[in-house]
Structures are given as C-alpha cells and as structure tokens.
Nanobody
Framework: QVQLVESGGGSVQAGGSLRLSCTAS????????MGWFRQAPGKEREPVGA????????FYADSVKGRFSVSRDNAKNTVYLQMNSLKPEDTAVYYC?????????????????WGQGTQVTVSS
C-alpha cells in the first residue's frame, strides 16, 4: 500500500517562504506524477501544482504561478513544493497526492493516493 508522508508546513509572515516535502513509500515502482493540492477553511480543495515523474512537465494553478515551484527527487521518491512570496490567502492545509496513470495533472479525482496534509499559515 502506497503511503505519502508530508513535512515542512508551519507559520510564516506574508512575503516569506516555506518548502514542503512529500515522500512516497510502498508499491511505488512506477507512477505518472505527484501533485500538491490545498484546502482553505470553508473552501473546496484545489490544485496547486504537479510534476510528471519523467521529463520536465509541470502544472501550476494560476494563483501560484511565479511564486511556487514543484520539483522532485526520483531517487528518494520525494516531491517538493517551494513556496515564495507567500500571501495570507495561501493559508490552507496542503496535501500531496500520487497519480498512477496518464491524465490531467490538475484534476484531483485522477489521483489515487493522498497524504495526511500539512498546515501552512501565512499571517499579514
């Protein structure tokens, strides 16, 4: 059974940076992509960014383009989310997810496995 473990969340002031990590283990011999999603209080979960596990293709939501960056370390089965120029509206629980098959990176219902989530709080 695939397990995803996130780390790196916390509290930061507006304009600051955080880096989230997510490591996959158990039955991860091959998969298509890993992604990041977030859910703010009272809102639906939304895509943030994702990266294919081969090649250089990435996806970003418009709200984070130019501020957030997704990268990976294939040897460690780890995906990272570097978040710069954070804003209070970035406050949310951030989830990583693993996608097994070809499809749309930003479509969360195509992801099969999910982490437990990590809180990111940005104060003004």
């Amino acid at each position: 059974q695939v397990q995803l473990v996130e780390s790196g969340g916390g509290s930061v002031q507006a304009g600051g940076s955080l880096r989230l990590s997510c490591t996959a283990s158990g039955g991860t011999d091959s998969f298509y992509a890993m992604g990041w999603f977030r859910q703010a209080p009272g809102k639906e979960r939304e895509p943030v960014g994702a990266i294919r596990w081969s090649g250089a293709y990435t996806f970003y939501a418009d709200s984070v383009k130019g501020r957030f960056s997704v990268s990976r370390d294939n040897a460690k089965n780890t995906v990272y989310l570097q978040m710069n120029s954070l804003k209070p509206e970035d406050t949310a629980v951030y989830y990583c997810a693993l996608k097994l098959t070809v499809g749309i990176l930003g479509r969360q219902n195509e992801y099969s496995y999910w982490g437990q989530g990590t809180q990111v709080t940005v104060s003004s």
